[in-house]
């Protein structure tokens, strides 16, 4: 098992940038592929972005692609999300999350491991 820990939420103004970090422990952390998932009030856990377990293959939803940007360093059993550019609709708590399956899988329900998450509130 991993247990997974997200740190690095909070307000920003429109246009600003954020970098959340997601710290792993337990289980040897390169075996994962990693992923990132926001959820806003009232809306259904969608996916956000994801990166393989050597760090060579990034996966981005069309909404943030090109404005996020997700890496790992496996040395230090984290995952990051870089994130430019914000909007108001990018409010959410966003999630990270482990898989050791086949890559490919962006669905939250193939993904078995979850952090507590950390709230993104973006201003106008």
């Known amino acids: 098992q991993v247990q997974l820990a997200e740190s690095g939420g909070g307000l920003v103004q429109a246009g600003g940038s954020l970098r959340l970090s997601c710290a792993a422990s337990?289980?040897?952390?390169?075996?994962?592929?990693m992923g990132w998932f926001r959820q806003a009030p009232g809306k259904e856990r969608e996916f956000v972005a994801a990166?393989?377990?050597?760090?060579?293959?990034?996966y981005y939803a069309d909404s943030v692609k090109g404005r996020f940007t997700i890496s790992r360093d496996n040395a230090k059993n984290t995952v990051y999300l870089q994130m430019n550019s914000l909007r108001p609709e990018d409010t959410a708590v966003y999630y990270c999350a482990a898989h050791s399956a086949h890559w490919g899988t962006f669905d939250p329900a193939n993904y078995n491991y979850w952090g507590q998450g950390t709230q993104v509130t973006v201003s106008s």
């Open positions: 337990g289980d040897t952390f390169s075996t994962y592929h």
């Open positions: 990166i393989t377990r050597n760090g060579f293959s990034t």
